[in-house]
């Protein structure tokens, strides 16, 4: 079987930033049909029984499409890791932009 995928590697989550999560699950999702080939029987049947589930696979996209929203949560958190002096007038409307979006689509 042959896969038209670039030559990507899997990204590792990093507790201290944000982005690391997005960024680990929007690869995850890009690579799915490379990671269930990689760990189907016989090549790694020792963590087959490990495998995401659809409904798991499911999962990781809404996390993913919640992170994204406008503006995105893992964008935010990397303006604010650059920046030395955090203002209120800056980081208070961002907020609130993010908590409206999530707010508005949990309703949807």
């Known amino acids: 079987v042959s896969y038209q995928l670039a030559h990507l590697t899997l990204i590792r989550d990093s507790p201290t930033r944000w982005g690391s999560s ?14 269930e ?3 189907s029987p016989p090549v790694m049947s020792t963590i087959f029984k490990q495998r995401l589930t659809n409904n798991e696979w499911a999962i990781l996209k809404d996390i993913k499409n919640i992170l994204e929203v406008g503006p995105p949560a893992h964008a935010l958190q990397a303006v604010m890791c650059t920046e ?12 609130d932009s993010l908590l409206s979006t ?3 689509m949990r309703k949807e």
């Open 22 to 35: 997005y960024l680990m699950i929007e690869r995850a999702l890009y690579l799915r049909q490379a990671i």
């Open 37 to 39: 080939v990689y760990i």
């Open 84 to 95: 030395h002096t955090h203002t209120l007038a800056c980081i208070l409307p961002a907020f």
């Open 102 to 104: 999530w707010t508005r």
